[in-house]
Nanobody, 115 residues
Framework: QVQLVESGGGLVQPGGSLRLSCTASGRAFSVYDMAWYRQAPGKQRELVARISRTGRTNYAEFVWGRFTISRDNAENTVYLQMNILKPEDTAVYYC?????????WGQGTQVTVSS
């Protein structure tokens, strides 16, 4: 079974950038559809971006033009490049993997955007 470990979160000023990584242990990473979600305090978890096993991407409207999701199947890793960060992007970011049978989550990484 795949286990997911996120990294790359931290504190950044408004307008700054961060790159999140999610590395999967186990086998068959390439058959999973991958996604990033986020959850801010007092709010529901929401989809940020996803990338299918074939590389098709979808983004939430609130990150269009600022965030980019990508994957490296050779490294078992999915990335989220976040640019032009805003205070409202502050949240715990979670990596998600689905393959039609399994629905797996990482433990999350905190992103704080503040001056």
């Amino acid at each position: 079974q795949v286990q997911l470990v996120e990294s790359g979160g931290g504190l950044v000023q408004p307008g700054g950038s961060l790159r999140l990584s999610c590395t999967a242990s186990g086998r068959a990473f390439s058959v999973y559809d991958m996604a990033w979600y986020r959850q801010a305090p007092g709010k529901q978890r929401e989809l940020v971006a996803r990338i299918s096993r074939t590389g098709r991407t979808n983004y939430a409207e609130f990150v269009w033009g600022r965030f980019t999701i990508s994957r490296d199947n050779a490294e078992n890793t999915v990335y989220l490049q976040m640019n032009i960060l805003k205070p409202e992007d502050t949240a715990v970011y979670y990596c998600n993997a689905k393959n039609g049978v399994l629905d797996l989550w990482g433990q999350g990484t905190q992103v704080t955007v503040s001056s």
